[in-house]
């Protein structure tokens, strides 16, 4: 709504994307700094990166039913797989990844802070960014390679922008916040949700958002919703023992003491058991406790 995630983007790739490939990195960039204060990625990447991206293709003359090789599909499918990639990074990047700590600490009584979470995340993440826009690049590539003319017209684009306004300094202030509070809960002891609030009660405060930006946040109060029901779910699955029965089930096709095999078998089983569900957060209800079991 301020504006600051679409400047963010500019500047990435007024600065770095002079070329096909330079570009997929600086909106890989952009999508990492958006995703730990972004939960969720629907918004992150269809409400910001995308509509920049669409743009991007659009100054090159790359759409769906008129050259989309040209840049376009290649840029579309490395925004996409990156979305995937920071959508695992932070405890609040997705609103799955909330209910896997929630189901963690209800099954297993094992608590992930967003530090733990974030430390355990920030190598594999890292290293799946760098190589992901490489590797589409390679197997699917753009017949533009030079970017600079996109690059140009983006600066224009930040131009037109303006100065930073204080609808975005304050959206900015509470950005920072909420990612120094999350980081530092271990020690604060406040509760991801808790910050959260406290992030919205200060926009709400300044004037940044009005309560009818809340109540049009279809997304939000849907979450909301189902996450209680999943919750709800989950919980009656593991104490009538569908939990255990799965794990019998599954464990069957895993040899004994080899945890590569059982590690392939589960991302098996779990990609293809992806099929059967609409929603991440219902598939990540349906199956996370399973599998950690």
């Not at 330079?22 to 890989?28: C, E, G, I, N, V």
């Not at 430390?119 to 197997?139: D, W």
């Not at 959206?171 to 406290?198: C, E, N, P």
């Amino acid at each position: 709504k301020t504006g600051l995630g679409k400047r963010i983007a500019y500047n990435l790739i007024s600065a770095f994307g002079s070329s096909s490939l330079r570009l997929a990195y600086a909106l890989a960039l952009s999508d990492l700094i958006l995703a730990p204060a972004t939960p969720s990625n629907t918004a992150r990447v269809g409400g910001v990166i995308m509509p920049i991206t669409t743009s991007l293709a659009k100054a090159f003359g790359s759409e769906p039913q008129d050259g989309p090789r040209k840049i376009g599909s290649f840029l579309m499918q490395s925004i996409y797989q990156v979305n995937t990639i920071t959508s695992a990074m932070f405890q609040t990047s997705m609103a799955g990844n909330t209910l896997v700590a929630a189901l963690a600490l209800q099954s297993f009584g094992i608590g992930i802070t967003w530090g733990d979470w974030a430390m355990a995340a920030i190598v594999p993440g890292i290293i799946a960014l760098i190589i992901m826009p490489y590797f589409i690049y390679k197997v699917y590539p753009p017949e533009i390679k030079d970017a600079r003319e996109a690059q140009q017209m983006i600066r224009e684009e930040l131009k037109g922008l303006g100065k930073i306004s204080f609808q975005e300094w304050v959206m900015l202030g509470v950005f920072i916040l909420a990612l120094v509070l999350w980081a530092t809960s271990q020690f604060t002891k406040l509760d991801a949700t808790t910050v959260a609030f406290l992030g919205i009660s200060i926009l709400l405060a300044t004037g940044v958002l009005i309560w009818d930006d809340v109540k049009s946040e279809k997304g939000a109060w849907d979450t909301l919703v189902w996450m209680g029901t999943l919750m709800g779910f989950a919980g009656f699955l593991s104490k009538l023992g569908f939990i255990k029965w799965a794990t019998v089930q599954v464990g069957g096709y895993i040899p004994e003491g080899s945890w590569v095999i059982a590690f392939v078998v589960a991302v098996l089983v779990n990609t293809y058991a992806h099929y059967v569900f609409a929603s991440l957060t219902a598939h990540i209800s349906a199956m996370f406790v399973a599998f950690s079991a």
